[in-house]
């Protein structure tokens, strides 16, 4: 697979393609940020890898010869048909590629059986990042994550609490999740290169790992999308009395209470909230 932006280019202009903005086709054309997704990822043979937009297949073609079993979801229909004539044909029991979308199908239809133990390895669309992130988060929780992203996306997944940046997507990947040391990307490592930086984020799931469920999930977006106002009135109407009373009892004893932001409230504390 081409890991220069001129063999890129000649791939692409063989396929007649054109990178499409809004599916954030930035294809990656560094072979150092590849190996390091895979060490990152601590890839093995025989691991199970979700890719999310695999593309030209550069990174799909490094986890196949690490031995791993990859499953992808590509959405568009010309990159799909490439990889379909190049890569599953060599390597027929061990890529199974999906033509769809990636927010339909966040694990690429991953069989049960295989989602008791797996890793996501991916370059994503930076576009829809933090929505498929949450659906992610939904379970089942992948043991580890490697995620191309956009610096600033990366940034507010892991901001901690008093942060402008600190979020109902902060606190759903915390909950379930441990940072580990990743990797800036400068924008010459891909072709077309984006106009901004992004970074390698590297995630392990916790021993114990937290899974809000949808209405507590959306009880928290709806406080956020007023974070500078006090969480003793925020809850009103989203949560019943008893339910509210008995969470800011909790933030109290933590020092905070009801006159507390959202954004000053930590993430051990909202994993209490009864919705």
Same mark, same amino acid.
């Given at each position: 697979?081409?890991?220069?932006?001129?063999?890129?280019?000649?791939?692409?202009?063989?396929?007649?393609?054109?990178?499409?903005?809004?599916?954030?086709?930035?294809?990656?054309?560094?072979?150092?940020?590849?190996?390091?997704?895979?060490?990152?990822?601590?890839?093995?043979?025989?691991?199970?890898?979700?890719?999310?937009?695999?593309?030209?297949?550069?990174?799909?073609?490094?986890?196949?010869?690490?031995?791993?079993?990859?499953?992808?979801?590509?959405?568009?229909?010309?990159?799909?048909?490439?990889?379909?004539?190049?890569?599953?044909?060599?390597?027929?029991?061990?890529?199974?590629?999906?033509?769809?979308?990636?927010?339909?199908?966040?694990?690429?239809?991953?069989?049960?059986?295989?989602?008791?133990?797996?890793?996501?390895?991916?370059?994503?669309?930076?576009?829809?990042?933090?929505?498929?992130?949450?659906?992610?988060?939904?379970?089942?929780?992948?043991?580890?994550?490697?995620?191309?992203?956009?610096?600033?996306?990366? !940034?507010?997944?892991?901001? *901690?609490?008093?942060?402008?940046?600190? @979020?109902?997507? $902060?606190?759903?990947?915390? &909950? %379930?999740?441990?940072?580990?040391?990743?990797?800036?990307?400068?924008?010459?490592?891909?072709?077309?290169?984006?106009?901004?930086?992004?970074?390698?984020?590297?995630?392990?799931?916790?021993?114990?790992?937290?899974?809000?469920?949808?209405?507590?999930?959306?009880?928290?977006?709806?406080?956020? !999308?007023?974070?500078?106002? *006090?969480?003793?009135?925020?809850?009103? @109407?989203?949560? $019943?009395?008893?339910?509210? &009373? %008995?969470?800011?009892?909790?933030?109290?004893?933590?020092?905070?209470?009801?006159?507390?932001?959202?954004?000053?409230?930590?993430?051990?504390?909202?994993?209490?909230?009864?919705?």
């Amino acid at each position: 697979m081409p890991l220069t932006p001129s063999g890129t280019r000649e791939v692409l202009k063989k396929l007649g393609h054109e990178p499409k903005r809004f599916l954030g086709q930035n294809f990656l054309v560094d072979g150092n940020i590849v190996r390091k997704s895979l060490e990152l990822g601590d890839v093995k043979a025989g691991d199970v890898v979700v890719e999310v937009g695999p593309g030209l297949g550069t990174l799909t073609s490094a986890l196949l010869e690490a031995g791993a079993e990859v499953w992808a979801v590509e959405k568009d229909r010309q990159l799909h048909a490439h990889l379909t004539e190049t890569l599953v044909p060599t390597h027929p029991e061990k890529f199974h590629l999906l033509e769809g979308d990636a927010m339909e199908h966040p694990i690429a239809d991953l069989p049960t059986d295989k989602a008791a133990s797996f890793k996501i390895v991916a370059n994503l669309p930076y576009a829809i990042a933090t929505p498929w992130l949450d659906e992610v988060l939904s379970g089942p929780l992948p043991a580890r994550m490697v995620l191309m992203l956009q610096q600033e996306a990366a !940034q507010r997944y892991v901001a *901690q609490p008093d942060s402008k940046s600190f @979020g109902a997507i $902060s606190i759903a990947l915390q &909950a %379930a999740y441990d940072v580990a040391p990743g990797h800036k990307v400068g924008s010459g490592c891909f072709y077309p290169p984006p106009d901004i930086e992004s970074y390698l984020l590297h995630l392990a799931r916790k021993p114990a790992p937290y899974v809000f469920d949808a209405k507590t999930k959306a009880v928290i977006r709806a406080c956020f !999308q007023q974070r500078r106002k *006090q969480i003793g009135g925020l809850l009103r @109407g989203k949560v $019943s009395a008893e339910n509210a &009373a %008995a969470w800011c009892a909790e933030l109290t004893a933590a020092g905070l209470g009801p006159s507390a932001r959202p954004e000053q409230i930590p993430v051990s504390l909202w994993q209490k909230l009864a919705v």
